[in-house]
Every structure is written in C-alpha cells, then in structure tokens.
C-alpha cells in the first residue's frame, strides 16, 4: 500500500516526493524553476536518505542547519532544492523567505560592500525563517563572499532558521572553500544525490512519457530502465532518460507509427553506433534555420527573433545531447541553469502554439539525429 511520509509518497521502496502545487511560483527565482521537466523528484534506495532530508524541511523542525544537497550534475540538486522552497512557502505563506544562487550571493555581498550599504543587506539575509542557495561552487575564488556566508549561516542558525545549499560534491572535500565554511556545512546535514537506480528509472520514464505526450509500451519501459544504452561505466542520468522519450515521440510523429519495441530496439542500436548531434551542430543547425549568425545567437541580444532561436537552440541541446543544464547554459553565453530551464519550458509551451516553431524543431531534430 503507498504510504505518505510528511507529504512522501512511498511505493515498494519507491517514493516520490511532490515538488510543488502552486500554479504560479513564490518569486522570480522560482519562476525559473517552473521551466522543470518534473514537479516530482523521484527516488528508491540509492537516494533513500532524500527521504529523511525533506521531512527535516517540511516539518519545520530545522533538525539539520545546513541541509547540503550534493551531487552529479542530472542528479536533480537544483530540482529538489527549489521545489522544497516552493513547498515550505505553501506550508508557511507570511514568513520571510530567500532563494538565490552562489553568484548572486557573492554579487549582491559585493554592491553592498561598494555602496556601504552592507548593514542592510546583513538585516535583509540574517532575518529570514528560509534560505536556499544553489551552486555552492560559484563561491570559489571568492573568500569575502564565502566568510560572509559562514556569518549568515551562523546567525540563521541562531534562528533556527531553514537553509538548503546545493553544491557539485561534498563541500568536506572542497578545497576551493575556506576552512571555516568547510567546517560549518559539515554541522549541518550532507545528502549525496545519486543517479537513479532501476526502479526509480522505470517511474521516471513513465513521468516523462506523459510530460511529453509520448505512448510507450510496457516492454519498452522495461528495456529504456534496463540501462542498456549507457557506454563504459557511465550512469544514467534524468537528462538521458529525458533525451530518450524525446527522441521516440519525434520517431512517432514523424513516421506517424506507435512505439514498439521494435522501435526502441532500433532507437538503443542507432545510440550504440552513433554519436550524439554536438553543441557546434546544434548552433550551426538553428543559425541557419533563422538566419541569425552564432555570436547572436550565444549573445545577450534580446530580439525576438534571436532569443526564439535560442530557446529552440536550448530545448534541442538539453534533448537531444544527454548534457546538463548547466553545461547546455555554459555554451550559450555563460547563462545559469535555471535560465536554460527557463528557456526550455517557454520553447517546449510555444511548441504546444505556434505552428512556426513546431515546425523547425521537428525538422532541426531530424536533420541533426536522422530520421
């Protein structure tokens, strides 16, 4: 029978954890996080310690200070992070809340220090019930920032105060951060994120195939969960998973036929014998296609016509390539994650309502991975 932990379904060892109801997002970070494939993050027993990290959250109890999420990139730190700041806004709608990143952190600590203005940013971080900070990392090479950190986690502990951090790996082993922030995270709670295992596959896949509209059999979950196209000792991560359903719903739309297993078969043995369309293919592709160069496209430029293209740009790297979103926003112009997702999840709406753009990602899709 499923069971509900603190708002945590759980299935067979299988749980899911509901990221947000809200039909509009608390603030403009997360608006950005709206662009997630999923409203769910969805685990089994290689992430069960999820489980005990967002009941810490949720039950208002602040157990832990920090909560420090960690892991891969795909492994769904940033997902997780923001959506629980969703949840707990639902659960607490007055109080005062903060969700940023590491580079805006650090480039709000620094327009403070330069306008002397650095009491009020103090006043406006230091009294906050919720803190969450995603990209621990972008504080490297930054020790203002990060001693200014260690003293906002020290009074917001003193609060009993809520605070989430995500970073690429366990911050006990980040040399790049000071010895004082090393040791303050590591009062807190560290929860690796790991790819998901068989179980947790197979419910994902299911997930995306109803985000994306795509109809797969049975049989076909069963092989796609079997990890069967990962090479060497890669792990299958949700981009992948994503990538995969993508690719067979363009398979049936373009040659209008149901998915089999046949179909799948043929999909596993074209990843096993080709390489993925590029980044570089993907630009010259979409250049082409809307007759703009590639420095617009990877630019700041905000006409309408460039920043379609890059959304179409975007949504086929994300896709089509099995890279991350940080990866994907590092190669158009440096842009963060969550404004990839931003932009992906636009693209994937205008999808959904203009012809023009349907159209070209269909026909972008077939030219970079064949028919």
């Known amino acids: ?110 327009i403070a220090v330069d306008t002397d203005d650095i009491s009020e940013l103090r006043k406006r971080y230091r009294k906050i019930a919720l803190f969450v900070l995603d990209d621990l990392h972008e504080l490297h090479r930054k020790p203002a920032a990060q001693d200014e950190l260690l003293h906002t986690l020290d009074a917001l502990r003193d609060r009993r105060a809520t605070v989430v951090l995500t970073h690429r790996h366990s911050p006990d082993f980040d040399e790049k951060l000071s010895a004082g922030l090393r040791s303050r995270l590591a009062a807190g709670l560290s929860v690796p994120l790991l790819v998901p295992g068989g179980p947790a596959r197979r419910l994902l896949l299911e997930r995306l195939a109803e985000l994306h509209s795509v109809v797969l059999p ?88 460039v920043v379609r293209a890059r959304g179409v740009a975007m949504y086929l790297a994300w896709n089509l390539t099995g890279k991350s979103l940080g990866q994907v926003g590092t190669y158009y112009g440096k842009r963060d994650h969550t404004t990839v997702l931003h932009a992906c999840r636009k693209t994937e709406s205008l999808q959904q309502s203009d012809s023009a753009i349907a159209q070209a990602i269909d026909h972008l899709s077939q030219q970079l991975h064949g028919p």
């Open 1 to 110: 029978m499923p069971v509900f932990l603190d708002g945590v379904l759980v299935v067979n060892g299988i749980f899911s954890i509901p990221l947000s109801t809200l039909e509009s997002p608390v603030n403009e970070t997360l608006e950005r996080s709206s662009a997630l494939p999923l409203r769910e993050y969805i685990g089994s027993d290689e992430n069960r310690l999820v489980k005990t990290a967002v009941e810490s959250v949720l039950d208002g109890q602040s157990r832990y200070c920090p909560l420090v999420l960690h892991g891969p990139t795909g492994t769904g730190k940033t997902m997780l992070a923001l959506g629980l700041a969703e949840r707990w806004k639902e659960k607490h709608p007055t109080n005062p809340a903060i969700v940023t990143c590491g580079a805006d952190f650090a480039r709000s600590y620094a």
């Open 218 to 305: 049975d049989s076909a979950l069963d092989l796609l969960a079997s990890n069967p196209f990962v090479r060497s000792n890669d792990q299958l991560t949700v981009p992948q998973l994503n990538s995969a359903v993508v690719q067979l719903g363009h398979v049936a739309r373009t040659k209008e036929q149901a998915i089999t297993l046949d179909v799948v078969k043929s999909l596993l043995s074209a990843e096993a014998s080709t390489r993925r369309p590029t980044l570089r293919a993907i630009t010259e592709k979409v250049c082409k296609h809307f007759s703009i160069s590639a420095p617009e496209l990877r630019g700041p430029s905000r006409r309408r016509n």
